[in-house]
């Protein structure tokens, strides 16, 4: 199968300076795609990283290493085998985290598979040793539990018996010295690793010294930056009741520029007015002297009322005294006729009589 990515994340890549053994190299311009790796066939894991074409990150994982968090988005571990110190720096918190329990894992696998792998070795060998030593048990209790004939006859066995023996014995020791030099060879490289480790662990904790220092410096410069911006907050508010101030002000600006517009169209307006005024007052004049007229006409116009109200009364009074007149003269000739009417039949009768 090969080896097959079990988790992956993002982060900048950084290496211990080799020379300094104190300052970080960024690896990585830019946040760069990190990997955990599982090997089945040697049942190994690795980190790696490439950038582009260029492999930044190359560590086989031991039970050895340890994964330190520095900060709240940073972490470093020591790979004794590529002699230096890799450091991530993440995005998130969380992704840091999520990454150093992942490490702890694969360590723990790590771990469970160095085991095994020594229980198998010490399994061979003890099986191996007790093999070679139940073989001389086993003569021994034949010949001396069996008869002449039958160590006569198990000679030749026996022989051929110790022979496969030693040769199986030979093999084991062979095979044990070939791992006791792979050992001795592990633990010279462990002991070298726990050398760099041990290093690496001084580097670490100057470098975690200057680091406090350095946090102590930043908190100063936080302290300092949250006073500042405070004191930009407080500027802020001040500058937003401005703000609020200018735009009441920009609101009253504009109705006093509304109300000057219809100040300006009524004395416009008015200079209008002002200029017919001048035609309006001929008009006027041209009126009042109509008027003086009309009223020097109507004064005539009232006089001759006058005389014509007298000239009515006179005449209503004549028209009195003639309907008395008149009354009269009825008066007189229903009488005449009366007396006409009574002469008539006067005549009458006498006509009769004659």
């Known amino acids: 199968m090969g080896e097959q990515p079990i988790f992956t994340t993002r982060a900048h890549v950084f290496q211990i300076d080799p020379t300094t053994k104190k300052n ?54 020591a790979d004794s085998r590529a002699n230096t110190v890799f450091g991530l720096g993440f ?21 469970l598979a160095r085991d095994k792998s020594q229980e198998k070795l010490e399994t061979s ?19 001396i539990n069996g008869t002449d004939d039958e160590k006569i006859s198990h000679v030749a066995p026996a022989d051929d018996l110790l022979k496969t023996e030693n040769d199986r014995l030979k093999i084991a020791m062979e095979q044990s010295n070939t791992n006791a030099k792979k050992w001795e060879t592990e633990l010279q490289t462990l002991t070298e690793s726990n050398a760099r480790l041990a290093e690496s662990l001084r580097e670490s904790n100057a470098n975690v010294e200057t680091w406090k220092k350095q946090l102590a410096t930043c908190q100063e410069e936080s302290a300092q930056l949250r006073e500042k911006i405070t004191a930009l907050e407080a500027q802020c508010n001040e500058a937003d009741q401005e703000k609020e101030s200018n735009a009441k002000l920009t609101v009253r600006v504009k109705e006093l520029e509304t109300e000057l517009q219809d100040k300006e169209q009524e004395v416009e307006n008015l200079r209008k007015q002002a200029e017919i005024i001048p035609q309006l007052m001929g008009e006027c004049e041209n009126l009042t002297e109509k008027l003086k007229a009309a009223e020097q006409k109507n004064k005539e116009l009232e006089a001759r009322m006058e005389v014509l109200q007298k000239d009515v009364g006179e005449r209503q009074q004549q028209q009195g005294n003639m309907k008395g007149e008149l009354k009269k003269l009825m008066d007189v000739l229903d009488g005449k006729l009366d007396e006409l009417q009574e002469f008539r039949q006067g005549l009458s009768k006498l006509g009769a009589d004659n």
Do not use: C
């Open 91 to 111: 995005p998130s918190e969380q992704q840091l985290a999520k990454f150093a329990e992942k490490f702890l894992e694969v360590k723990e696998a790590a771990k």
């Open 125 to 143: 060998s003890n099986h191996s040793q007790e093999s070679g030593r139940e073989t001389p048990s086993s003569t021994q209790a034949s010949s």
């Open 24 to 77: 970080w190299v960024p690896a990585s311009k830019q946040a760069v795609t990190v990997s955990y790796f599982y090997d089945s066939t040697r049942n190994s894991y690795r980190i790696i990283s490439v950038d582009g074409s260029k492999v930044i990150i190359n560590s086989t994982i031991t039970p050895n290493m340890t994964f330190t968090k520095t900060s709240q988005k940073f972490g470093q571990w």
